[in-house]
């Protein structure tokens, strides 16, 4: 099923590849078909497109939210390998799952019960993701609209009763954690709001996203040295920080000063930079011992529960992002990613993927939805060099829903990003307003991204 391994790859992986697949990260065929068999084996723990089930749905004991992610991991499967085979799922979830037709903003009444803000965002996140990678359109709705949706809703929960700001937790008051705010919804909040300031070229998304992120480190959740902590207490207008460290949500942070960083420009643009250096460094650091994906709060003490176990995949997802829209960063991500990548395919077989990459499971286990969502994440993630860019509302779009394959994985297509011209990324329409100068992304394509990115250097180890 996959193929035979280099020997390069052999001696870099020889202790750790005895039982899982053999990854060679300098092979497109080889990561592609590592990345088929892992999706396949995702996919399957999958039935909500049989009779009687409900779409977009996983079984228990997975939540509402880990569906939302996996469909944002499946997005990309296909922008990143071209293999369109789950395009009909994931697009049928998403509408399913997208709540009532006059709303469109993922709150389905039957997930009222385990229906947070970060949970919403996640959703929201995916929608997103198919609307930047030009996924086929939906019937009766743009992927745009649907994360709109959302995103008008969360700032009207904006609450500054307390802690001074901020989004709490929870939706309802009826659910446990009502009177948490914590740094996951908030900065998922931020990733959509400067997402579709890039998406849209309007202020307003921006300036919200500038805000979040304000809040997010006056309240400490992000500390001096670029730490990102979990949350606190409203009822103690968040005087004590829980300090717990999960990797998607500094992802989810990376990910959006990144697409800040993009739209910024000027000393905006630097400041940025210097937030998202920041956040990268320490990040990647704290995340990635010994160069290997890690969720440290849990994984070291065997102590992770299903929420755990997709965080460091959607942690990757948040790197590639970042990678595309500040390619600088490409060379630092790449490393960690290869490494992790090479690990991932190891400690995962036909029959399911393990949590621990790192050498001392000898076998691969099926660990259920969250560690093949991760492996795959890391895998898949080896092509960003060749993927498009995200589009934006102007360039993205029309046409684009014609063929299932249209924008993704080529690396060939000089019309990835769209119907715009390829030739027009010097006539930016930048609206400028108070602090920001938002200038719509560039609509250079894919070339940009993988001529930088294409050398195997980035895949060295
Ligand atoms: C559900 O989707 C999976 C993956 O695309 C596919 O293999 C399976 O045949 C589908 N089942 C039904 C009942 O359509
Ligand atoms: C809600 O639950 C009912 C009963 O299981 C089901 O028929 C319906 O399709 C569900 N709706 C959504 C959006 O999940
Ligand atoms: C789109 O709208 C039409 C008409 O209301 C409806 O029949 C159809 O089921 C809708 N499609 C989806 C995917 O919701
Ligand atoms: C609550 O915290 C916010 C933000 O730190 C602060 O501005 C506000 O004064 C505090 N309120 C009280 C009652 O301590
Ligand atoms: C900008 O986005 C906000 C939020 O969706 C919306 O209310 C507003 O109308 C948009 N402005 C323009 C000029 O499109
Ligand atoms: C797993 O993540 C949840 C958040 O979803 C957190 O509350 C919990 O403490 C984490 N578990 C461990 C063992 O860290
Ligand atoms: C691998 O991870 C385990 C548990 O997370 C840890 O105890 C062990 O020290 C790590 N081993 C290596 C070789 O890094
Ligand atoms: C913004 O993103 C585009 C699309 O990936 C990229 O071509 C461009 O270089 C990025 N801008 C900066 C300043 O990195
Ligand atoms: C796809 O785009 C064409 C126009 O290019 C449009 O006529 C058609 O309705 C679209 N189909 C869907 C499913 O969005
Ligand atoms: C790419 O787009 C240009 C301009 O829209 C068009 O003329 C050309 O035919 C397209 N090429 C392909 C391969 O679709």
């Known amino acids: 099923m996959v193929r035979a391994n280099t020997l390069a790859a052999l001696a870099a992986f020889s202790s750790l590849s005895v039982h899982g697949f053999d990854l060679d990260v300098k092979s497109d065929d080889s990561i592609k078909s590592t990345a088929s068999s892992i999706a396949s084996v995702l996919v399957g723990y999958y039935n909500g497109n049989e009779t009687g089930e409900t779409p977009g749905l996983l079984p228990e004991p997975y939540y509402w939210w880990n569906a939302g992610a996996m469909w944002d991991t499946l997005i990309q499967y ?158 103690q207008n968040c005087s004590a920080v829980s300090k717990l460290q999960f990797s998607y949500v500094a992802g989810t942070y990376i990910n959006g000063a990144a697409y800040m960083y993009n739209i910024s420009s000027g000393d905006d643009q630097e400041t940025w930079k210097t937030e998202l250096d920041g956040l990268l460094k320490k990040n990647l650091d704290v995340f990635f011992p010994d160069g290997i994906a890690t969720e440290v709060s849990c994984e070291e003490r065997g102590t992770c529960n299903t929420d755990n176990l997709s965080m460091k995949g959607i942690f990757a997802q948040n790197l590639l992002d970042t990678i595309k829209v500040a390619p600088y960063t490409g060379d630092k991500i790449l490393k960690v990613l290869s ?90 329409a930048p609206t400028t307003t108070g602090n920001a100068a938002v200038a719509l992304g560039s609509t250079m394509g894919m070339g940009g991204v993988a001529a930088i990115m294409g050398s195997a250097a980035w895949l060295l180890l």
């Open 339 to 428: 490494s992790s990548a090479g690990a991932a395919a190891s400690a995962c077989s036909s029959t399911g993927c393990s949590l621990a990459w790192n050498g001392t499971e000898t076998e691969s286990g099926d660990g259920g939805v969250g560690p093949a969502l991760s492996a795959l994440s890391y895998v898949q993630g080896l092509l960003v060099g060749k993927a498009a860019a995200p589009v934006t509302e102007a360039t993205g779009g029309a046409g684009s829903n014609s063929s299932g394959t249209s924008s993704g994985g080529s690396g060939t297509s000089t019309n990835s990003t769209g119907s715009g011209s390829p030739t027009s990324s010097g006539t930016p």
């Open 78 to 235: 296909w922008q990143l390998t071209g293999d369109d085979q789950y395009n009909g799922i994931v697009s049928q979830a998403l509408q399913f799952q997208s709540g009532s037709d006059d709303r469109g903003d993922f709150m389905p009444l039957n997930q009222t019960k385990t229906l947070g803000n970060d949970d919403q965002a996640t959703w929201a996140l995916a929608a997103m993701s198919a609307a930047e990678q030009d996924f086929p359109t939906p019937e009766n709705t743009t992927w745009f609209a649907l994360a709109d949706a959302v995103f008008n809703e969360q700032v009207v929960r904006w609450d500054t009763a307390s802690c001074g700001g901020g989004l709490r937790w929870q939706i309802f008051t009826f659910n446990a954690g009502y009177n948490y705010k914590n740094s996951i919804s908030n900065g998922d909040l931020f990733q959509l709001a400067a997402r579709l300031a890039r998406y849209t070229g309007n202020t307003t998304y921006f300036d919200w996203a500038a805000k979040v992120y304000d809040w997010t480190t006056s309240i400490g959740f992000i500390d001096d040295e670029y730490n990102v902590f979990d949350g606190a207490d409203t009822t």
